[in-house]
Every structure is written in C-alpha cells, then in structure tokens.
C-alpha cells in the first residue's frame, strides 16, 4: 500500500506529456478507433505503446515492482469505457525481482459503448504508466480522440487481437495449500508435448510471492501450477492468469475455487495403485448385488440347476470367469482411447450414446422373449439354437460373463467411484490393473460357486420348477428394456422413443418369423432386418435432459453461495440405477424436501444422461470418473463443498445439511434465489 501511494505521489507530480515533448521520453502513446462510434452501439479503440529499446512498461500485475499501467477518460455524456483487454505480457528478472509488463510494442484494447441517446464527439484518455529501464520515471500521457471517425488501420486492430491471450478451452481451479497457492487446469490441449515446457503468469497481483518461481507440472490433461503465496497476500477467491505454451498459444485462465474437501473426495486408501485395485476389487463384488446384474446371473444359475456334472460347472466358471475379465479390459481399453483423445468420459460412458441404450434395450427385451420361449435367437453361424447366453459348453458362460459387464455399466457400487476415478488419471498400464481388479471381483462370486464344491450345493436340483423360473425370468428383462427406453426418450425425445419402438417391432417380427423360413433364408432375413435397423437408428436424435431442480454450472453454484445460500448439487444420469434409487429414496423424501426449502439450500442438478465436458470436469476435480456424486456446499464461500456418500440415506443427507445449517435457523421460512 505504502508503495502505491506513493507512486500516486509521483504521477501526481509528473508533468502531463504533450506531443511536442513527447520525444524527451522513452514512451510514446497513439490511440486510434477501430470504427466511428454510433449510437446505441459499441467500437474498439487501441492505446499502443510505443517503447524504446532497453525500456519497459506494465501489466495489470506488475509483480514485486512497478505499477500497472492506468487510463482515466474524458468521454461525452451517455458514452462508457470497458474493461482493458491487456495483451499477453513479458517477464522480466532483475536482480531475482520478477515483474511483468511490455517491451517494444504493446497495444491494449478498450471498448467503447455510446447509449441510444448518447451524442458522439470528442474523447481524450490520460495514460498513467511508468517509463523503466533500471529506474523508474512515472508519467502521465494525454491523448485525444475523435469518436465520428476511424483511425486505426484493420492490420493494426487485428495484430492487437492477435496478441491477447485466447481464451483457454477447459476448466481451471484455484485452492491454497499451506503457504502456496494451487492452480489445476484441465483440458485435452495439455495433452501436448509442448505442455510439457508451459509457463502460467500470475494476473491477480499481490497474491503470489513471485521472488520464489512457480512450479509447473503436467499428467494427462491435467496441469498443476503451484507457487509460494506472499507474506502478506491479500484475499482472494477466483485466481487469474496467462497460460503460455510454447509453439501452441497463450490463454486467458480464471481459475475457480477449488473446494478443500476434493483433496480428501478420494479416500486416502485409493491414492495408491494397490489401495485403489482393492477397493476397485471391493466394488466388483458388490456390484453382483446391483439390480441389473442379479436377472443375468439369474439365468446362468438355472442353467448350472440343469447341469449334473461338476466338471462342467468347473468349466463354466472359467469361462464365465474369461468373459467378465475380457469384457473389463476391452471397456477400459475403449474408454482410455477415447479420452487420450480428448473425449471426457467415465464409467458407463457408453449409455451417453442413445444408439448404445437402443441396442442394450432391443437385446434385453429379445432375451425376454427368448426366455419366454417366443422365439429362439438366430446364430449365423451356428444355425438355429439357443440364445448366446444360454449356448451348451463355455461358450454361453463366456457371453454371459460380457452381457453381465454390459447391463452393470449404470451401475456404481461402493468403493468403485474413487478407484476408478484414481485409475482414469493415472498411466494406462496403471488403469488396466484396477479395471482388471475390478472384473477380477465382479466374476469371483459366481466363479467361486461353481469351482467350490461346497457351495455346488447351494445351488437347487433340477425339477419342474426350472420352467416357470426361467419365464419369471423374462419379466425383470421387460422391466430394463423399458427403463433403457426411458433413458432413451430423456436423451432423444418423445420422437426417439417412438422409433426406438418401431424398430424393435420390425426386428421382433423379423425373430418371429425365423422359425417360420426354411434354414438357408434365417441369416438372409436377420441380417436384412438388422440393417434395416440399423439404417432406422441413425435418425435417432439428442434431445437435452429435463429435470425438477434447476441446472448445474460453477457460476450457478457461485451466484448462490454469494448470495448467503448453501448449496446441494447432485451428479447423476437418467441411465444411472444408483443415482435413480438415491433419487426415489432420499432427494424425494418428505422429511428431507422440507428441510431443504426450510434451510434455503439451492438444488442443482448435473446431468450427464448426455455428454458434458464440464460435468466430467468437475466429476474429475472431484476424483470420480462417474456418477453419483453428491456435493453439499455450505453458503461462506471460502469453505470447501461436503462429499456426500454414492449409496445417499435420508439420514445421511439430513446430518450433512445439520452441519451446515443448524436446526435453530432450519425452521425459518429462507426462499432461495430466483433462476
């Protein structure tokens, strides 16, 4: 403070520069305008300076020395001067003091916006800058502006635009750390090998103690810039900067605050690659238990009721065993792929797409009718026989393994959120090991079953009863292909859904009239059916999602923390089971939705039925790769966001919301703010 004020002192006493003692110094400043100024509309002028060798000028943060370059204009009435769009700045160390700012040329842009009444006119701006070689000389530059008229070239405007720093394409956070300060940026471009050799400049001042250089660090698309905070540095929320890149660019960066907690979101368990494969393992286990995978293990356990020979069951665990594993490595392979090439993806990534949710949904209503014994499935290269899942020998143990990895994909179990989270920033062959961890538990329990000969004999003898299970069997297969349809209409529409159905009703009567043809047409009439099908599927649309409470986004989430609200923010898709039961049993409780609107918390929903890249932004900043996630953010802003558990209670939920609003000022009536 003390420094400024006295440099205010200077410039004060500095003489106001005319252009006839303009050459005295060794800056020299020309503004000029893009496009006359009408009214009601907005034009660009360029203040350029004009710098001898040897000389430089300052940014907005100047760094430990120096001051940022100041306009003060004298407009008409009814016209108004923006923001200054500063141009990327230059480092300069001098005896280990860094500072920032111009050398040689520098050209900032200022808008400049004339009401519909405004009359144009006559401007003049004074610029306050300092003129540095190896010390400082303050001055005050005048210049007019004739607002009816254009004086700057189109070359000249376009050079100013180059040099700004673009805006930088991913999302940015900010937290401290101790005695430091954290800057995490994530975006496919750090991707680039010249990432490697980034630099961030610091735009908010007097924050980073810029004697003791920041350290860059980069994995992935994740870059990690940390530098020492200053003794004294003042209070700060958003964290702004200049990304330089070598070779690539130089992008603007605003970094929001970064919730302490997402430090801790991942238990301290999964920050290694052994803690994260154990309980990557845990998951899989449990995942057996989840609602879309117990009708698939249902129809491979009356299958091994039919089967006397324990040789065979030895047989069918292993392949059953091979399936699931194969299934989890082609998943994880698709899926590290894809996001190597930029696609922001997680688990059950493949449901975002409505063409994958049709196809899950024709194939499980077609087992249904299968077990039903409408019609049996076509093998094209096997001839007529039984459905893949219910094929004689390991083959059918096989497929069965890879449609149980497939229907469990919207679901998530305990434990599998950090684990995978862990595994998708991590280097491919540590992401494989967790992925293969995690089918190594998913296809244990049933493996285990038929490999143990003491638990052979939990499974019941073959009888009557196996034809009336096996048909009770189809009704859960009904009940997912019309929940998928239901995920479908949420991404596509009501137009979707409607030729999601007829081309299931094309494709049910092609099956039905299998059976009907001699052998040598059944391949012939699938195959047309299929790509008749498929050629109907390719106009299936997206649709945005629709949903009660209002939609998610980081401002959003600001806006109503600054305004003294908390805020609840659910992560979830229509294609998550999880997320649906939390929905139904917690998030719609009465007791819970009271206490909701009593305590004024804001209920934000992000979606990720469809794709989303700053959903799966903030998903990652919280170390998940999925949904559910559950954030529960008190209304201080500077406190970090709660992470709820993935498997939500209402008693849960309530505890959480009293430790952020206490029950004495839950029972007044807060109305939360408008959308």
Known sequence: MMRRNA?????????????????????????????PL????????????????????YWRNPGETGEATALTWHLPRGTTAGDIAWPTPRTFADGGVVSYGYSGEATMLVPLTAAANAKAGKAHVDVFLLECEHVCIPAQIGADLDLDKASGSPAMFAAARAALPKPFPGEAWVRREGGDVVVKLSSPLLQAEAA????????????????????????????????????????????????????????????????????????????????????????????????????????????????????????????YFAGVVASFAAMAAILLALKAGGAALGWGFQLQSPLAVLALALLTAAIGFNLLGTFELPLILAGTGDG?????????????????????????????????????????????????ALGTGFAL????LTAVPGLTRLVPKPGP??????????????????????????????????????????????????????????????????????????????????????????????????????VLVDFSAAWCVTCLVNERTTLQDRDVDRRLRRSGIVTLKADWTNRDASIAGELSRFGRSGVPLYLLYPSDAQSGAIVLPQILTPAVLLRAIDRIAPSRTSERSVRPPPA
């Open 465 to 566: 009863w196996m034809l009336r299970f096996k048909q009770a069997l189809a009704f859960p297969m009904f009940a997912t292909a019309i929940w998928l349809l239901w995920v479908l209409g949420r991404q596509t529409g009501a137009g979707g859904m409607a030729l999601a159905l007829a081309i299931g009703l094309g494709l049910s009567f092609a099956l039905w009239l299998v059976p009907q043809l001699e052998r040598r047409w059944r391949p012939r009439l699938f195959l047309a059916a299929f790509a008749a099908a498929a050629v109907a599927a390719t106009h299936i649309g997206s649709a945005g999602p629709s949903g009660v409470w209002k939609p998610w986004s980081a401002q959003a989430v600001r806006s109503a923390r600054l305004a003294g609200h908390p």
């Open 7 to 35: 440099l205010a002192f200077l410039f004060m006493l500095a003489s106001a520069q005319t252009g006839a003692a303009a050459d005295q110094h060794p800056v020299t400043v020309s503004v000029s305008l893009e496009t």
């Open 388 to 436: 893949l899942t219910r094929r004689d020998g390991g083959w059918g143990a096989f497929f069965t393994g890879a449609l149980a990895v497939v229907v469990a994909s919207p679901c998530t179990a305990p434990f599998m959120g950090a684990a995978l989270g862990y595994a998708l920033g991590r280097p491919p062959a540590e992401a494989a090991a967790v992925f293969l």
């Open 196 to 319: 490697a050799r980034a630099s961030f400049i610091p735009a908010t001042a007097d924050v980073v103690d810029t004697e003791q250089p920041g350290t860059t660090r980069t994995a992935g698309e994740i870059l990690t810039w940390r530098a020492a905070l200053r003794r004294r540095a003042k209070p700060f929320q958003a964290f702004e900067g200049v990304l330089d890149i070598p070779q690539v660019g130089t992008f603007d960066v605003r970094a929001v605050p970064m919730a302490p907690a997402a430090a801790s979101a991942v238990p301290a368990i999964a920050s290694t690659l052994f803690g994260a494969m154990l309980m990557a393992f845990l998951g899989g286990m449990i995942l057996n238990l989840m609602p879309c995978v117990l009708p698939i293990l249902s129809m491979k356990a009356l299958a091994l009721a039919q089967s006397g020979s324990s040789t065979a069951l030895r047989r069918d665990g292993r392949y």
């Open 445 to 448: 329990p049933f493996t285990a």
């Open 38 to 57: 009408r009214p009601g509309a907005t034009a660009w002028a360029a203040i350029s300076q004009h710098i001898a060798p040897g000389w430089h000028t």
